[in-house]
DNA sequence: CTGAAAGCGCTTACAG
DNA sequence: CTGAAAGCGCTTACAG
């Protein structure tokens, strides 16, 4: 069984391996009689070019890296489903491949990934930007063609796609306020990430433009997940501290939250109203339902593929940030 | 910015190629003052060996391609994170990558999948297989390693990770029987599908076995999602048609039937039982909490990902199939 | 319209 | 312990 090459089909053909290059290629006009004897070739012999061999010569793999949570995260995290599908989607039309990279949480070089110009990928995705990722610099003089999802930490010149979170986090908080809450829970991802930067800045917006003053214990930082969101509600409700409303950054968190006021016998929305994030499945199908904001996951990942493509293709040169549109979606909880 | 190759390491170490990669690989014995010189230089130079070369020199490329469903079904089916979750833990623990590769619905060739001895992967993780799938028969005689999640649909010397399917099906059914349920709906996954096949046989078995005579009408097969789940049990209601339990193939299916009853004031599980599979996020967090069985979607990934590391490094030779245990998880709905 | 040859950047027998 | 050279299977200038 020994692996049939382009050589093998130029042989037989009576052709030069150029020839069959370019008739699969069709990179320049062959002879009507010849393609069709090459054609039949290939069939005959069952010829499949070595693709790898192919990325070898033209310096491309049609191959994209997606950098995200973990898969511990990814677990129970719907939001990413929507999100994946809208980058596989797009990268599907063009022709492009995705491999799915987890974070590394204890990497010998301390990065989040191994992400270098070794790689065998023509480009790549990177969620959660934290604070200070100077490696991201190391990219960009790499010349690595990559797209954020999320905001960078300084250097505005990266690509990257968004949503406004400190204008969303302001609008949910300031509508709190504005109902008579004043003490309100925000539950925020890891404060390594940009985007709690950004949701705790629309949290402290709000309350000052109320010219109310903010009690920073009711901000929590929290890995991603339904215990972390118990635990903290729990522990607050077991404190005896008082407060009126959670807004947790995602979903799955403030199922946790929900979770632990319902063993608590504490009413929803009647004593404390919930916000979640990421409008997930999770949200929906909820009891109660889950008041959330939706992010438009499915086009976070259709465009950030689309730009990073364009990145790729030097369609697109210059770099900047897409912020795209999000709202809260009313359910029971509020 | 001209790329480093191993031949500007090995000209400024003054060493020869060959040793530059035996420090890097290991492969073979390189003196202590020369290894210090070429890995200082690897250093200077910032050389980052071209895995792509690398892989057509050697043949390998330390990658596997999913082939899984499309887009649309991922987006709402957590069933897939667990399982995915565990097939990247388990290659990444093995320095292996995962390319996704969703369902083509239309493709030009009729198969499901792009997949030949023309993918730069080293075997292939298979879902879904299909009655008749012959592909699959090409792909043994091209010596692809492939492991398929499901069972194949005749030549049982192929590899796969599978569920009891016909046992749990018969398991839930002939329980359900036994409480006195007689008209009970199994809506299963589309005919194509061998583990539909199964449990078909299971529900046939089950009403055999205690001496019923089944009844065609009740069973359906449909696409994986809500809607169609609750299109059949509205349709079924809005027809008269009596029946006092649901077996549904997916928790997102039972979504969409306890939606159907939901609507019609069908009392759950008072006047109708339904019973879910994959015992998903959503099983758990829904309201009423659904009954699911539960597969180890987890277990499965990371079984199948095993193994399939074993076929391509030639550590296991002679196919054969992997039964996990599921069992069944009783919530509010049964 | 077609071919001979160089090159992509590695690995690995072969030879010493 | 180390090097020179062939080879992996393609693409693409260069030449005609």
Same mark, same amino acid.
């Given at each position: 069984?020994?692996?049939?090459?382009?050589?093998?089909?130029?042989?037989?053909?009576?052709?030069?391996? *150029?020839?069959?290059?370019?008739?699969?290629?069709?990179?320049?006009?062959?002879?009507?009689?010849?393609?069709?004897?090459?054609?039949?070739?290939?069939?005959?012999?069952?010829?499949?070019?070595?693709?790898?061999?192919?990325?070898?010569?033209?310096?491309?793999?049609?191959?994209?890296?997606?950098?995200?949570?973990?898969?511990?995260?990814?677990?129970?995290?719907?939001?990413?489903?929507?999100?994946?599908?809208?980058?596989?989607?797009?990268?599907?039309?063009?022709?492009?491949?995705?491999?799915?990279?987890?974070?590394?949480?204890?990497?010998?070089?301390?990065?989040?990934?191994?992400?270098?110009?070794?790689?065998?990928?023509?480009?790549?995705?990177?969620?959660?930007?934290?604070?200070?990722?100077?490696?991201?610099?190391?990219?960009?003089?790499?010349?690595?063609?990559?797209?954020?999802?999320?905001?960078?930490?300084?250097?505005?010149?990266?690509?990257?796609?968004?949503?406004?979170?400190?204008?969303?986090?302001?609008?949910?908080?300031?509508?709190?306020?504005?109902?008579?809450?004043?003490?309100?829970?925000?539950?925020? *991802?890891?404060?390594?990430?940009?985007?709690?930067?950004?949701?705790?800045?629309?949290?402290?917006?709000?309350?000052?433009?109320?010219?109310?003053?903010?009690?920073?214990?009711?901000?929590?930082?929290?890995?991603?997940?339904?215990?972390?969101?118990?635990?903290?509600?729990?522990?607050?409700?077991?404190?005896?501290?008082?407060?009126?409303?959670?807004?947790?950054?995602?979903?799955?968190?403030?199922?946790?939250?929900?979770?632990?006021?319902?063993?608590?016998?504490?009413?929803?929305?009647?004593?404390?109203?919930?916000?979640?994030?990421?409008?997930?499945?999770?949200?929906?199908?909820?009891?109660?339902?889950? *008041?959330?904001?939706?992010?438009?996951?499915?086009?976070?990942?259709?465009?950030?593929?689309?730009?990073?493509?364009?990145?790729?293709?030097?369609?697109?040169?210059?770099?900047?940030?897409?912020?795209?549109?999000?709202?809260?979606?009313?359910?029971?909880?509020?």
């Amino acid at each position: 069984l020994k692996t049939v090459t382009i050589n093998d089909v130029a042989k037989k053909a009576g052709v030069s391996k *150029s020839t069959v290059s370019h008739v699969l290629s069709g990179k320049r006009p062959i002879g009507v009689e010849v393609t069709q004897r090459v054609l039949k070739t290939i069939e005959e012999l069952n010829y499949k070019p070595n693709v790898v061999a192919r990325n070898l010569a033209t310096r491309k793999t049609r191959m994209v890296g997606f950098y995200g949570p973990s898969t511990k995260s990814f677990k129970n995290d719907v939001f990413l489903n929507e999100l994946i599908a809208g980058i596989i989607d797009v990268l599907d039309m063009n022709d492009y491949k995705m491999i799915y990279n987890p974070e590394k949480t204890n990497n010998s070089n301390g990065l989040p990934f191994d992400l270098d110009s070794s790689q065998p990928v023509d480009g790549a995705i990177i969620m959660n930007p934290r604070i200070g990722d100077d490696y991201l610099l190391r990219l960009k003089t790499e010349k690595i063609p990559f797209v954020l999802i999320g905001r960078p930490s300084d250097d505005l010149d990266i690509f990257y796609v968004d949503n406004d979170n400190v204008a969303s986090t302001y609008s949910v908080i300031n509508d709190l306020i504005s109902k008579g809450h004043r003490q309100i829970i925000l539950i925020n *991802s890891p404060k390594s990430y940009t985007m709690s930067e950004d949701r705790e800045k629309g949290y402290m917006m709000a309350y000052s433009d109320n010219n109310l003053p903010v009690d920073g214990n009711l901000i929590f930082n929290v890995d991603i997940c339904e215990e972390d969101g118990y635990d903290i509600c729990s522990r607050l409700i077991g404190a005896g501290n008082p407060f009126s409303a959670v807004f947790a950054c995602n979903d799955i968190v403030a199922v946790g939250v929900i979770k632990a006021l319902k063993e608590n016998k504490v009413k929803i929305p009647g004593k404390v109203v919930v916000i979640g994030e990421g409008d997930t499945l999770i949200a929906r199908i909820h009891s109660p339902a889950i *008041s959330s904001i939706n992010l438009g996951e499915y086009d976070i990942g259709a465009t950030t593929a689309g730009i990073l493509l364009d990145v790729i293709e030097k369609r697109r040169i210059k770099g900047g940030g897409h912020i795209m549109p999000s709202k809260l979606v009313e359910r029971e909880t509020s």
